[in-house]
């Protein structure tokens, strides 16, 4: 998903760290069930979340008691997946196919799309004026919906339906650059494709074959992919998130693995292994001035990471209880909401 | 076939041949064992000869590392505990299986789901070895697995194709399977490191020819030295001989190649498949039991990650499995199971994995002596516990020798203590056998 939208008035926000120092937990949450996607509401104290119990929910940061209280009365059939702000709508997408619309305020759907995909919705992403939704999703294709009327605009695949030891593929990662212009998705065999979002011509295709951590030999399976995505804010760079190699690809014990490029040259700028925090890198943003890079996934247990770009070093890393699914920033990106297994947690940058 | 529901049959006062081989070749390499003479059951040969002569077979899909049930044979959708696939309706009205096994939904005549083991023991070796023989381990004794025990009851002494095979390449979990105290003759010919036995093809420096008369030498020479000095030594020996002769002969049946093109196209690319195709040819020329391993199903981590690669490939396999054994006639004759040691927890865990549980699991049984179209059992709505029809792995055990027709409380004779096929207590699923 995309950066929340910073356009909503609120009296208190502080100056994002030009360069964070740390990152500490502040407060964590309970979560009725597995997040697996947080986006912001127009107030700054206002989450929504995709849940594993199919629902959306509401979470009032300043409530004294936080808790997630589903939207509405709908729910999707399955996990939900993906979500973002468009407006005053939100837009759902889950394991069972569907994109819902939600009014944000009143949680009421506005329209249901039963069969946006034929396989599971992995990921939505949001243009920056809002007008167009992209999903991917297991059926390896990415398809580009009018925000406003929920039309199909667009529909690209380009992608295998296997993985190169024929087993079904998987499209994990969808992002839109800052700029409009590019969409970029990643697959579970490592392949990036980079294409024009008015066009749908592809512009670059990139390849991160670590992150496809398939074993030939004592499993013969995989584990990995590509799991995030995020686009520089001048659009230049693209940030890449999953998982480096594995031994044993029963738990998530691999070194979290980001690869940065200048995507238009292709060329991979950083490749950046944390063996102390592992797991996978399940959500990816880029901080003000692209100064620095913001990674949050896990293992059994979950990490937040800040990765200076001048060097690609790490500057500021801190240990969450569990799995971190996604995260997202506040209207100002010193703080960070991460949503994961049963848990959501505030972060503060400094 | 006419059970020995005691096992107390009269026993022959001469041991026969195949009596005496089978002991023999076991009391070679079965060291524990002190008097391997007297393994043999008792039962008449007539009934033993009948079972045989009824062809039956076993292809054994080992799930190694564990299978969920929730994303196979037992889904709960919308439960907490559920995951997030959808149930199918199958071909049977009533029965629903995970989505993730759309072509064996299609499928569903020809099997029997049995939701409702719960066979307590939750750590791999352990787990394995109790679903492979049916009873937990004793010290004092080795018994000996289901590849073995029906090698044991159902193969053939003459025959020249191997009693019992084992596949299973991937390194994680690897189990080669034991004959135990049935000793060494009923051992798998097991297949680790690629699809086709180590050094059974002749080598090429020696011509076809020169392999022939090589062998009809050693008969001459041997039937000379045997007529001279007959005795149980010899005779293992001339039989090993025999048997080695007949495997070289068979290696053949390893080589997918020699099936037609559309026949390898349509089981497809993946190892589990062509090694189910293997297993295929296996059966068809009469080798009784046949394990075809597909590691590794221990999903701790990303669990449904793991069931969408691991079930499309049994999906696949085994539905095509399961038609070419009925379109060739076989499968009346052939009981496709699929097992693990266990299954998985209902609760999901912070990396999207589940992780051992034995309390409440599944598996299939399909084809021969199977009434197909049967789910049997029930797990509550979370799965968490077994709520009817509750099965041990020895009950397990006695099923499968059921719907081969063996008398699952025929007992083997270890020294003086009888051993019953299947444990003490256990009893056959009757609402899943034809």
Redesign the interface.
Known sequence: MMPSDESAAEPQVAAPPAMPQSVKVEKTFGLP??GFCVTQGEAATTLFAGM???AVHRIDLAAEKIEAVPIGQERH???VTGLVRAGDNLVSGG??GALIWWNMASGEVIRRVESAHSK?VRMLAVSPDASRIASVA?DMTTRLWDASSGDLVATWGDYETKTP????S?LYAVTISPDGRWLATGDKTGIVLVRDLATGEIAARLETPIMYTWDP???????GGIRSLAFSSDSTLLAVGGMGKVGN?????GSSRVEVFRWQEKVRLYEIEDNKLK?LVEALRFGPGDAWLAAAG?????FVTIYRMDDGKLAAQEKVG??VHDFAFGQSPDTIYTV??NQATILKLA | MASNISGLGPQKNGLSRRRFLSAAAAGVTAGSVADMTAIHGLRSEALASELKKQNKRVILLWLAGGASQFETWDPKPGAKTGGPFRAIPTNVTGIHISELLPELAKRMQHTAIIRSLNTKIADHGTGAALMECGRVGDPGVKYPDIGAVVARELGRLESKVPDYVSLYTSTEGRRKGTSGFLGARYSPMFLSESMTPPNIVRPDIISEIDHHDRAALRDVLAKRFTTARRNQAVDSHMSAYQRVHGLMASADLFDIEREPESVRNRYGSSQFAQQCLIARRLVEADVPFVKVARAWWDSHGQNFETHQELCADLDHSMSVLLDDLSERGLLEHTLVITLGEFGRTPGINASLGRDHFASAWSCSLSGAGIRGGVAYGKTDDEGQRVVEGEASAGDLFATILAALGIDHQHEYMLGSRPIPLADFGTNPIRDVLA
């Open positions: 069930a597995i594993s119990d199919f059939s399955s996990y394991y069972d599971w297991d030891h024929d087993f079904p998987m030999k004592a499993r013969r399976h995989s584990i690809i029963d738990h998530l014990e797991g896990g293992d059994n247990s979950g569990s799995h994961g297994h």
